[in-house]
């Protein structure tokens, strides 16, 4: 079994930053792919952006892409979301996953290891 969970959520102005963090535990040898989505109120959850297990690579949702970069470090089973040039549509909860394969990396259905999410809300 993998645990994976999310912080660094918080309050923050339009234009601001945040860095989400992500860190898995158990049985990590298992995977391959890590990611975010996330969930706005009264909308369905979406991809945001993924990283391999290399992190060699990395993929991003057109809404976020050159805002927001994903990194990640084997050695801590740990992975970040740095978020930049937020915007009021940006606020959400987001959640990490973790999946075995590296294929379809932005379909939620085949991630198979979910966080409790973490809540970001951008003001105007």
């Known amino acids: 079994q993998v645990q994976v969970v999310e912080s660094g959520g918080g309050l923050v102005q339009a234009g601001g930053s945040l860095r989400l963090s992500c860190a898995a535990s158990g049985s990590i040898f298992r995977i391959n792919t890590m990611g975010w989505f996330r969930q706005a109120p009264g909308k369905e959850r979406e991809f945001v952006s993924a990283i391999t297990s290399s992190g060699g690579n990395t993929y991003y949702a057109d809404s976020v892409t050159g805002r927001f970069t994903i990194s990640r470090d084997n050695a801590k089973n740990t992975i970040w979301l740095q978020m930049n040039s937020l915007k009021p549509e940006d606020t959400a909860v987001y959640y990490c996953?973790?999946?075995?394969?590296?294929?379809?990396?932005?379909?939620?259905?085949?991630?198979?290891?979910w966080g409790q999410g973490t809540q970001v809300t951008v003001s105007s």
């Open positions: 996953a973790a999946k075995i394969g590296s294929a379809y990396y932005s379909d939620e259905r085949f991630y198979n290891y």
